[in-house]
């Protein structure tokens, strides 16, 4: 989020300019156009219709359905996944490309629901067969829970990083990366200089003159 | 037509077959019958004059202990009646002969009862299961069926 | 339309290949999971073959190890688009075995939930129904008045998709002051929104093209088959367990059975079982109308009558009309507070177990048609 507020901060540096990592700005992208997979499993997927539908109106998050497995950046397990489903689930998921997700919706894909006990085709919990990123309590959640669940998972992806960590590099690449940085940050304080010397905007009067 | 002159008319062209009429209170009124004439006794059911039971509402497989019971429940939509029979079979041997040809909708009801609880119906076109899949051992239903630990390498209880 | 459907299938040279196409369990025109194995030459449908039990949840089982009121909330997610209707037929069940009997206005709060929820089904269908063949607007706008049933609904019983509402020998708890207020409210907008959906679908040339003279049932097949609901009376067979086998207060009000009349193509056909659908959105509303002047300003404690112990002795076949056709509950009671056997008649089951009756010969784009037009819920066909 912190990039939108830059943009639109009027007093920042000025017409389509701001200052941020590319992984920020990949980010940004991706959490706000995810595609998720058009598939309903049970009494939750009728819930997630009426996310979709007029009132709650799921698109505004940037969600478009997808109906195959291969455009699709995100699945919601909507449902109750029983034993025949669960190896159709996997191999959904397997076409998924990557980076995925998986958000789990309603108790029976948490930890197996109302059937826990006595569903002797029920799976008890979608997390034995894939790994979940988030998930959504309840009995159907509630639309504005599942939305909840959106934001949750988009900002998972807000703060993912996408490039390789500093450990997990060569020590020559360190040392050109710090070096990049003193340059870097020795651009941005002339650039600061420059902008309170040519920019200051920090009184009305001080605009009229 | 009430269930005593329902069971009249089957004991007059079956005899022996007929077993008896439950109408205690509290019970639906039923006629158990023999299971070895089955197919003919519901094509009289549904055929003949008066009776003309042409709707079939439902058909349950019961677990009776010793027992394995069907129960069929049938509806007739011109006589505005309706009518409970019931068969029983041993566990060992439970066959019991396919009413499919008679009511078609028995064709999935069947399946589901051998699926669920093992009941054989004999002379069914395809008895496999239906809701279960192909490779499950055991029959659900039954009162000392107990839960899989593993099912194609997924643990099964909590 | 059928001129132009018998030459694209008289192609009498064209080469056509024999294939298996496999649809679902993820597809997203199967309403679920529901898998189908179609047999094609060419485009033509051969046959179909229905694989189902992707959601089998064990609801007999389940049944068998839960007293008779905590089985309420198992019978709710049966068909999970109306669970009042599901209630229904299996509280009435119990009741009857126990001998109990509740007054007038409970019922006839119950058969408003009922009626409600009735709706609220028919809109789904409709709206699906609609999405098969590609029209996405009254989607938006059905579901739009279906949340404010939805919003009714939870006012009254607190959750916003399964209800466990109806409780054995009473209800949760009693309407709240503006109920009727809400139900007015309600009518007039499902009224209103009907008759533009009217013009945007039902009337619509491009969705009749698609639909009539699609998957015709005739109605000896249907009775031998034991279809009902919408199913069965589209076929012309008038047939409604509201009216031939009455339960609560259904004998006291005053609606229609409707039936297909083959308006726009042959009587059976999947229009007419939309059409069907429609109608009795109406008939709804009227019921709703008339029960409301039975809801009276009484004291009367509608938690009173439920029984503390719950153990019946008996058996019986308790059915009811459920918006997609006769939903039956088998219950053996031996006495103990756990029931001994609990069977449900699944509606969708039966009338899904048709398909390959009514989709020979049809392209493959009418088999969407179809199966769309019978209106399935997995979670009842699988239970
Ligand atoms: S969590 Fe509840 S509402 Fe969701 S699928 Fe399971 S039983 Fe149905």
Request: hydrophobic letters at 40%; aromatic letters at 10%.
């Amino acid at each position: 989020m912190g990039l939108l507020d830059r943009l639109d901060n009027p007093y920042d540096v000025g017409d389509n300019i701001f200052l941020g990592t590319v992984e920020d700005v990949l980010n940004w992208g991706r959490s706000k156009s995810d595609w998720y997979m058009t598939f309903g499993l049970a009494c939750c997927a009728i819930e997630f219709m009426a996310v979709n539908a007029a009132h709650f109106d799921f698109m505004r998050f940037g969600c478009i359905p997808r109906p195959s497995p291969r455009q699709t950046d995100f699945i919601i397990i909507s449902g109750t996944v029983t034993l025949k489903m669960a190896e159709r689930i996997k191999r959904l998921y397997e076409q998924m490309a990557e980076p995925k997700y998986v958000i789990s919706m309603g108790s029976c894909s948490n930890s197996g629901g109302p059937y826990w006990e006595n569903g002797y085709h029920v799976l008890k919990g979608v997390d034995r067969i894939i790994p979940v990123d988030v998930y959504i309590p309840g009995c159907p959640p509630r639309p504005e829970a599942f939305m909840d669940g959106m934001v949750q998972l988009q900002s998972k992806i807000n703060h993912q990083a996408i490039f390789r960590k500093r450990k997990e590099m060569r020590p020559e690449d360190i040392a050109a990366i710090d070096q990049r940085q003193i340059e870097l940050k020795k651009l941005r304080a002339e650039y600061e200089a420059y902008r309170i010397e040519h920019l200051d905007l920090t009184g009305v009067d001080n605009v009229a003159k | 037509m009430l269930p005593n002159e329902i069971f009249d008319k089957l004991k007059i062209e079956f005899g022996e077959e007929i077993i008896s009429l439950n109408e205690d209170p509290g019970y639906e009124p039923s006629i158990k019958v023999e299971p070895t004439n089955l197919v003919d006794i519901m094509l009289f059911l549904r055929d003949e004059e008066g009776l003309e039971f042409d709707y079939p509402s439902c058909l349950s497989g019961v677990d009776l202990g010793a027992n394995l019971g069907v129960v069929y429940n049938l509806y007739s939509m011109k006589r505005a009646h309706k009518i409970t029979i019931k068969v029983e079979v041993p566990k060992e041997a439970p066959d019991v002969p396919s009413c499919e040809l008679v009511w078609r909708s028995f064709d999935w009801h069947e399946r589901e009862a051998y699926d669920l609880l093992g009941i054989n119906f004999v002379g069914h076109h395809n008895l496999t299961r239906i809701l279960l899949p192909d490779d499950w051992e055991g029959h659900p239903l039954r009162k000392d069926y107990v839960q899989p630990d593993y099912f194609h390498g997924m643990k099964v209880p909590y | 339309m059928s001129e132009i459907r018998d030459v694209a299938i008289d192609l009498g040279n064209v080469h056509t290949e024999h294939m298996k196409l496999n649809v679902g369990p993820q597809h997203p025109s199967t309403h679920g999971v529901l898998r189908l194995m179609v047999e094609l030459e060419g485009e033509i449908v051969v046959d179909v073959v229905p694989h189902i039990g992707y959601l089998h949840r064990c609801f007999e089982k389940v049944c068998e190890q839960n007293t008779y009121t905590q089985i309420v909330p198992y019978v709710d997610r049966m068909d999970y688009v109306n669970s009042m209707n599901n209630e229904l037929p299996y509280v009435i069940g119990v009741e009857k075995l126990l001998g109990i009997t509740v007054s007038e206005r409970i019922e006839a709060i119950r058969v408003i939930c009922a009626e409600l929820d009735r709706i609220a089904s028919h809109e789904i269908a409709v709206a699906t129904f609609g999405m098969d063949a590609g029209a996405f607007t009254p989607f938006l706008y059905l579901f739009r008045d279906r949340e404010k049933i939805l919003w009714v609904l939870e006012k009254l019983s607190g959750s916003r998709l399964l209800y466990n509402y109806i409780r054995i020998g009473g209800l949760m708890r009693d309407v709240y002051p503006t109920f009727k207020d809400d139900l007015r409210d309600i009518i007039k907008t499902v009224r209103e929104t009907n008759a533009e959906i009217n013009n945007l679908l039902n009337d619509n040339k491009i969705f009749v093209e698609r639909c009539a003279n699609i998957g015709i049932l005739p109605p000896d097949v249907a009775i031998n088959y034991g279809a009902s609901g919408p199913m069965l009376r589209a076929s012309g067979v008038r047939h409604d367990l509201r009216r031939v086998d009455p339960y609560s207060i259904y004998n006291k009000l005053d609606f229609e059975v409707c039936v297909g009349t083959g308006t726009m193509g042959t009587v059976g056909d999947s229009w007419d079982r939309n059409w069907v659908r429609m109608l009795e959105m109406e008939q709804s509303l009227r019921i709703i109308e008339q029960a409301m002047e039975m809801i009276t300003d009484s004291s009367e404690d509608v938690r009173a009558g439920i029984p503390k112990r719950i153990a019946p002795k008996g058996e019986l076949y308790s059915r009811a009309e459920n918006p997609k056709g006769e939903l039956g509950f088998y219950i053996v009671g031996d006495g103990k507070a756990k029931p001994q056997r609990v069977k449900g008649r699944s509606p969708c089951y039966v009338n899904l177990s048709i398909i390959p009756e009514i989709s020979k010969g049809y392209m493959f784009a009418d088999l969407i048609i179809i199966l769309g037009s019978i209106d399935i819920v997995l979670g009842e066909i699988d239970r």
